[in-house]
């Protein structure tokens, strides 16, 4: 999806219209109260999951059954946790931690926690390995916030590699992948390519066939299949909808279903979802039309409104500020009060039938 940007008093959103309906997740459960921020997400066995906080949180990870209930939690003996913000496991169970989370793009401390199966362990602390690494194409710390392209929330294994996919705070709309040795070490990371996903990449995996990837953000799903080997952006590319909440870690639990966490904020998210994949793996595929609706002022100061061409459909309306939090959230209003938000820019999503329309405005 292209975002427009624009000095004028009127700004234009391409949308992406889906033949398909939006996705709807399955609800399994609501996750505890201590984990209302799950950030990572990882399946244990058939009946529960391993999942983790993000920043706030010491280092450690919690064994959660699907109906909520914890099982066990497993802490990690680290100096300091900075912001784990994604979580994977490798074929022998290994389990991988990413403190990597760069909201500022200043840190050069970007590290990878790696401890046996936890599914096996005696103990419930442990001293892990580290990843220790930096990128390739970062020399200022923090650069130019235009260049914001350092911040990272999603990480799989395959083939003896970590693939990192950074979470574009710049005016870039493309994710970078890198790729890391599965080892402890200091490393500089490999860049090896990058997509257009339009939006902030929260969470990543790829599946136990290696044939089929996911990228996730708060409201989509990029699938990506028919690639060869690592080629992971050079097949077939689908972007599914979900309705707005915080989506934040998602982890395949066969070769077609995925469990998603969200967030909890404002009495929504903060639960358990599973999303059955076959219907788009077998042949259900976009159709992308163009359509423009208005969003003024921009930059604003007191009120957004939004002009949208069908006037039938119910909407949704979710905006969200540079850290990915919503902040604002409504149902069918054509004028959103933007006051007391902070200085600074925010996404604005819009759903109404089966549209999505996405983009950044500044509050000034």
């Known amino acids: 999806m292209k975002f427009f940007h624009a000095s004028a008093i009127i700004f234009l959103l391409t949308a992406t219209s889906i033949r398909a309906q939006i996705a709807d997740p399955v609800l399994m459960c609501q996750l505890p109260s201590v984990l209302n921020e799950s950030s990572g997400v990882e399946t244990s066995n058939a009946n529960s999951v391993w999942t983790h906080n993000d920043s706030g949180d010491s280092a450690r990870i919690f064994n959660i059954d699907t109906t909520g209930n914890i099982l066990r939690i497993v802490f990690f003996i680290v100096d300091t946790a900075f912001d784990c913000e994604e979580s994977t496991r490798d074929a022998n169970g290994n389990y991988y931690l990413g403190d990597f989370g ?36 970062q020399t200022l710390f923090p650069p130019d916030s235009a260049l914001w392209n350092f911040d990272c929330e999603a990480m799989f294994h395959f083939q003896n590699s970590l693939y990192l996919f950074s979470k574009n705070r710049g005016t870039s709309t493309y994710s970078r992948m890198y790729r890391l ?20 990449i929260t969470s990543g995996d790829i599946n136990p066939a290696g044939n089929m990837m996911i990228l996730l953000s708060e409201s989509r799903i990029w699938l990506f299949t028919g690639f060869t080997g690592t080629d992971f952006f050079g097949g077939n590319a689908q972007m599914i909808q979900m309705y707005t909440t915080q989506k934040e870690a998602v982890v395949f639990a066969s070769d077609s279903t995925v469990y998603i966490t969200d967030e909890y904020f404002l ?98």
């Not at 046996?116 to 390995?129: A, G, H, M, Y």
């Not at 402890?184 to 997509?195: I, Q």
Request: charged residues 20%.
């Open 181 to 200: 040795p599965d080892q402890p070490g200091d490393y500089v990371a490999e860049l090896v390519d990058s997509f257009n996903t339009g939006t902030w």
């Open 267 to 364: 009495g929504t998210g903060g639960k358990l979802y599973r999303l059955d994949l076959r219907s788009w793996i077998n042949g259900i595929h976009e159709d992308v039309s163009s359509t423009v609706f208005t969003m003024f002022p921009n930059p604003a100061t007191e009120k957004i409104s939004v002009c949208i061409p069908e006037q039938g459909n119910d909407f949704l309306i979710s905006i969200f500020d540079n850290t990915g939090k919503m902040v604002r959230q409504c149902s069918n209003c054509r004028e959103i009060d933007v006051s007391t938000l902070q200085k600074g820019h925010y996404f604005l999503h819009c759903f109404y039938g089966k549209t999505f329309l996405s983009g950044k405005f500044e509050k000034l």
């Open 102 to 137: 760069n909201n500022l793009n200043n840190r050069t401390n970007l590290r990878i926690y790696k401890i046996p199966n936890p599914d096996t362990l005696s103990v419930d602390t442990i001293i892990p390995q580290i990843i220790f690494f930096r990128y390739p194409d």
